[in-house]
């Protein structure tokens, strides 16, 4: 098939060429460092199928726009899918892909960087140390072990992260409208929401965005919160609401803050804009807390996870040319 990979990266290709290569080079790879929008997706016309990211743009016009160019398959290179309109490619008969189960130890583990980076300040001695301060006023941190960590979402991820953090000797306490029952064995202890806001010292999210969780943390939930508590969110940026998370640490509500996303990331993430002025000021404003750690969606990016990814969209799109069915389609649920 010929695939128009959107959105990709030197680390894309190699990872994709590779997983192609093993299935005998059987898809034609074009690799484009565009974003997917209305004003790109013309780059898609003569390809079968095409293969995107999380920032690219999958909402209706577009989607329209690559049925008229004759797309068939939407191979996303990513669990979420809250960026694509599934009615829209349903009612355009193209099918949509994702990679489900990529690696969640990747995740689970930059989560737990960030808590441990954070907690112990780390970010803040490395620049100490270097230029010859080595005061520790302002880095004390405080004991993991006994600590009571709220996960929000107990899918694969939250699982992991909920395992490593029993070996901490935490006390997990976790909040699902599905119950991960394995994890009851390891004392995962299940509460309503706006108890396990109260409870935990530290709050990491591991749901997806839906219209549900669509800022799920916003001024209400950050007033359950226990004084000083540690928010991470490695999940989707607007699973937060980031102007009152703003306001929750100027006040001192929350102690310190980790995020791999951000609700206007696209804008951002992915590029090296370092010769560039800052346009957005909310995430400006971000930068200015010593107390937030803040990382360009990179939680997937090891190399077992890249690898398992580009493996399973290869996949998919050899199942998708061979019988009509991607290897890992994104059911009937609906976001929109
Ligand atoms: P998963 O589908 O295995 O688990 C998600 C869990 O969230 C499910 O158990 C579901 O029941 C639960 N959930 C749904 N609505 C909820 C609600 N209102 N409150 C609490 N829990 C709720 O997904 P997985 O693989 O664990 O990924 C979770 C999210 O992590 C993804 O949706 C994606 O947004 C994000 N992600 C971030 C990455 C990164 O690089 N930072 C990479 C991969 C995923």
Redesign the pocket.
């Known amino acids: 098939m010929e695939i128009a990979v959107f959105s990709s990266r030197s680390y894309d290709r190699s990872f994709l060429e590779a997983a192609n290569a093993k299935g005998g080079n059987r898809h034609h790879l074009q690799f484009l460092e565009a974003t997917l929008t209305l004003q790109t997706v013309s780059l898609a016309a003569g390809s079968d199928a095409i293969c995107c990211f999380?920032n690219d743009s999958l909402d209706r016009p577009v989607v329209e726009a690559l049925s008229r160019l004759g797309v068939r398959l939407i191979a996303l290179r990513?669990?979420?899918f809250?960026h694509v309109d599934l009615q829209a490619a349903e009612s355009a008969g193209i099918r949509v892909a994702r990679v489900?189960?990529?690696s969640?130890e990747?995740?689970a583990e930059?989560t737990l960087a960030l808590i441990l980076c954070l907690n112990r300040k780390i970010h803040r001695a490395y620049v100490r140390v270097r230029e010859g301060n080595f005061a520790l006023d302002g880095l004390l941190g405080f004991n993991l072990c006994a600590r009571t960590v709220g996960i929000?979402?107990?899918?694969?991820?939250?699982?992991a992260l909920s395992k490593i953090l029993s070996g901490f000797g935490c006390r997990v306490v976790a909040?699902?409208?599905?119950p991960?029952p394995s994890l009851a064995d390891m004392g995962v202890e299940y509460l309503p929401?706006d108890d396990l806001l109260g409870a935990a010292d530290i709050i990491s999210l591991?749901?997806?965005?839906?219209p549900?969780?669509h800022h799920?943390i916003d001024k209400a939930a950050l007033g359950r919160v226990r004084n000083g508590v540690m928010l991470i969110n490695?999940?989707?940026g607007a699973v937060i609401d980031t102007r009152a998370v703003i306001e929750g640490l100027k006040s001192g509500k929350i102690g310190s803050l980790g995020l791999?996303?951000y609700e206007e990331e696209g804008d951002l993430f992915f590029r090296d804009l370092s010769g560039q002025m800052l346009q957005d000021d909310v995430f400006a404003r971000l930068l200015t807390f010593p107390n937030v750690l803040i990382t360009g969606?990179?939680?997937?990016?090891t190399q077992e996870a890249l690898e398992a990814i580009a493996d399973v969209t290869i996949e998919n799109a050899s199942s998708f040319e061979t019988c009509g069915r991607a290897a890992y389609p994104v059911g009937t649920e609906r976001l929109a």
């Open positions: 999380v990513s669990a979420g809250n489900p189960a990529y969640p990747a995740i930059h929000v979402g107990t899918g694969k991820i939250g699982a909040h699902d409208p599905v991960n929401l591991h749901c997806p965005l839906t549900d969780t799920m490695t999940s989707r791999d996303v969606h990179q939680g997937f990016f």
